[in-house]
């Protein structure tokens, strides 16, 4: 069974689309995250969702709009999309909220937006 | 908030030999500390971690040490292998978020 989901695993898509991606963690974990991965290869927090609520949003554009319907789902929709959207998103998830315990990892959406 | 810095970028070894990967952080406050490795197309995974009241922690060839008045963590690998190419990154605990270094290639040749 894998632990963290999420679909899809590729997205191709025209500037000024939207798109969505979703989620979903088996794990019972209270804390979900979704983190981009540039072409450098940084990993960058966007979000973090604490039993359904928002805790963290680190200066992410108000075009990214993340909705979780409960603990186990987070998904991410992305209005307006534009060039430099392009990156892989990860969602993660974890137990508890202070953040001191593995995370894990679901296998990445690579977004190109053309 | 945390920073977490990660050095060198990249390191090419020889099988058999030794790599360390050095990350330094910037909140005292952060109190665990883990290792990812990230093989290309996949997803990162944890491969060692350790909190702040230990000092050191080994499993198998893979060791980390903590440096907590330096604000030093350190991922020393022994006997590399080919299968240890990858990106590996260190984090570090933040407010309720992990804050991950920018990265480490390793190329570990036969």
């Known amino acids: 069974d894998t632990a963290v989901s999420q679909t899809p695993k590729y997205l191709v898509t025209q500037m000024g689309n939207d798109k969505s991606i979703k989620c979903e963690q088996n794990?019972?974990?209270?804390?979900m995250y979704w983190y981009k991965q540039d072409s450098k290869k940084f990993l960058k927090i966007m979000f973090s969702?604490?039993?359904?609520?928002?805790?963290i949003n680190e200066t992410v554009p108000n075009r990214f709009s993340p909705k979780s319907p409960d603990k186990a789902h987070l998904n991410l929709h992305i209005n307006s999309l534009e060039l430099g959207d392009s990156a892989v998103y990860f969602c993660a998830s974890s137990q508890g909220s202070e953040m001191n315990t593995e995370a894990f990892f679901g296998q990445g959406t690579r977004l190109t937006v053309v | 908030g945390e920073n977490v810095e990660q050095h060198p970028s990249t390191l090419s070894v020889q099988e058999g030999d030794s790599a360390v990967i050095k990350c330094t952080y910037s909140?005292?406050?952060?109190?665990?500390f883990p290792w990812y490795k990230q093989e290309l197309g996949k997803r990162p995974q944890l491969i060692i971690d350790?909190?702040?009241?230990?000092g050191e922690k080994k499993d198998q060839r893979i060791a980390v040490t903590l440096n907590k008045t330096a604000k030093h963590f350190s991922l020393h690998i022994t006997e590399t292998q080919p299968e240890d190419s990858a990106v590996y990154f260190c984090?570090?605990?933040?407010?309720?978020?992990?804050?991950f270094g920018t990265g480490t290639r390793l190329l570990v040749s036969p």
């Open positions: 794990l019972g974990h209270d804390t």
């Open positions: 350790i909190r702040s009241n230990v």
């Open positions: 984090a570090a605990s933040g407010f309720q978020k992990l804050v």
């Open positions: 909140d005292s406050a952060s109190n665990y």
């Open positions: 969702y604490n039993n359904k609520e928002l805790i």
